[in-house]
């Protein structure tokens, strides 16, 4: 079963600015991913027409895109594997089911500009670890 086995510990910087005070790490059956202390993260990018859904800085949002923003800005996982990662931790979170689906259908169709760009890359890749279980 995907979980956090960790607390999201996090201070709000600036504007739309988080880092990360402890690492993060969630398991799931075939990975663990670790994000560092002192990541920096921007918490989730909903546009604000669709935050009638959810919160950006909701709780299930929070602890989700801590975890997918690092990941998916590294490009250690495909980026299908890495929206896998984000949807199951929706639902470790506690999203419902049909809601977490929905908001993991926005990110496979609006994130692709946002993945392995070459100006995240060497940055979160100095934070996140991805190990085989």
């Not at 419902?96 to 993991?104: E, F, G, L, M």
Request: charge should be positive.
């Amino acid at each position: 079963m995907p979980k956090f086995t960790s607390p999201l510990n996090i201070q709000f910087t600036a504007e739309n600015q988080y880092t990360f005070l402890t690492p993060l790490i969630f398991e799931t059956e075939k990975w663990r991913v670790t994000v560092a202390a002192g990541c920096i993260y921007n918490g989730g990018s909903i546009p604000r027409l669709l935050q009638i859904v959810e919160c950006p800085m909701s709780y299930a949002m929070a602890y989700a895109s801590g975890l997918h923003d690092p990941l998916y800005g590294s490009g250690l996982l495909s980026r299908r594997e890495s929206d896998l990662i984000f949807y199951k931790a929706l639902l470790a979170c506690g999203m419902a089911r049909t809601k977490a689906y929905a908001i993991w259908q926005a990110v496979r169709i609006g994130g692709e500009a946002y993945y392995k760009n070459q100006s995240t890359v060497s940055y979160y890749r100095d934070f996140v670890l991805v190990e085989i279980k």
